[in-house]
């Protein structure tokens, strides 16, 4: 059972209720049987007839014994929301998590009082750290960190290509806290026009399309509406100092590119825009703090920087 809080626990608790309940009204209503008997009148196939017959009575009790079996489940295994949660399966994991804790929170411990950088060139804490980016990270990043599959904007953690930042404390940040870069959709902004204008001039940023009428068009709308976010020369937030860093915004001067370089998809990221509600990709990066723990997340962050440091 899933840890739920708040509504969430209320909607589950509510919505399971409700289906008992609408259930028990449906077999009280019915108890009685019903049905003429007579044919109703429907003719499928040319011959095929439909008869108003009540439910056999074993069909009924099918149906009470599964009313009477889903409730008591409930009482015995979490399943109510967080109503009974300390017993069944989750009690077991829960049993497992705390004995597993005892056993390597002393490791852990010892890893998080040394320093990140000491702690990349540390041979045990870089195997300790690989497994944990193997069970926890290598889903979207590639199990040697280079990146899930092309263009689906998971990023290759061992080149220096940083959108936050490529030092221990950034990337510790962004493992615990977690990351939710967005890019604003200006379908609503720009005309088609001006879209491809700017998509064009982008591209020739990374000597993809050479210089023309319209990549100079897009010099201006790029300078009006994007340089706020990506620099007046394209080369990122991080390159705008600390303090923009935090926007995310990429480089667009490289050749590194989360979802592609196409003038297609770049012409849908201005569009639509990027985890910026309905339309636009969404992707992020969950925050581990809470999962994880503190000593967890300092050995992750110190593998990660070690990945882009060979």
């Avoid at 004995?99 to 320093?115: I, M, R």
């Avoid at 977690?178 to 591209?203: C, H, K, W």
């Avoid at 709308?221 to 020369?233: L, R, S, T």
């Avoid at 569009?271 to 997340?297: C, H, I, Y």
Wanted: aromatic share 12%; with cysteine.
């Amino acid at each position: 059972m899933a840890d739920l809080s708040g509504f969430w626990n209320v909607y589950v608790m509510g919505l399971i209720a409700f289906g008992l309940l609408f259930c028990l009204v449906v077999l009280v209503t019915n108890l009685k049987a019903s049905g003429d008997g007579k044919l109703q009148g429907h003719v499928w196939d040319e011959t095929l007839q439909e008869y108003n017959n009540p439910l056999p009575q074993w069909w009924m009790y099918l149906f009470w014994f599964t009313v009477i079996f889903a409730v008591g489940y409930l009482a015995i295994f979490p399943g109510f929301g967080t109503f009974n949660q300390q017993r069944g399966a989750f009690r077991e994991y829960t049993d497992e998590i705390a004995k597993a804790n005892a056993k390597y929170e002393p490791l852990f411990q010892k890893y998080q009082e040394t320093d990140l950088l000491t702690l990349a060139s540390d041979a045990n804490a870089n195997a300790t750290g690989k497994r944990l980016f193997g069970t926890y990270c290598a889903q979207c990043h590639g199990s040697l960190g280079e990146g899930g599959a092309p263009n689906a904007g998971f990023p290759n953690l061992t080149d220096n290509d940083w959108l936050y930042g490529g030092d221990p404390a950034t990337i510790k940040a962004s493992i615990a806290a977690g990351r939710r870069g967005s890019m604003t959709p200006f379908g609503q902004v720009l005309n088609s026009e001006q879209i491809e204008d700017v998509a064009d001039y982008v591209r020739s940023l990374s000597n993809l399309t050479p210089a023309s009428d319209r990549t100079d068009k897009g010099q201006a709308v790029f300078a009006a509406q994007c340089a706020v976010c990506h620099g007046p020369d394209g080369r990122g937030a991080a390159s705008m100092g600390a303090s923009f860093a935090a926007l995310g915004a990429p480089n667009l001067t490289d050749t590194v590119w989360l979802y592609g370089s196409d003038r297609e998809t770049i012409i849908k990221g201005i569009t639509q825009g990027r985890n910026a509600g309905p339309g636009s990709l969404t992707n992020e990066m969950p925050a581990w703090q809470d999962f994880l723990g503190e000593g967890k997340v300092h050995v992750l962050a110190a593998y990660v920087y070690s990945l882009s440091k060979k």
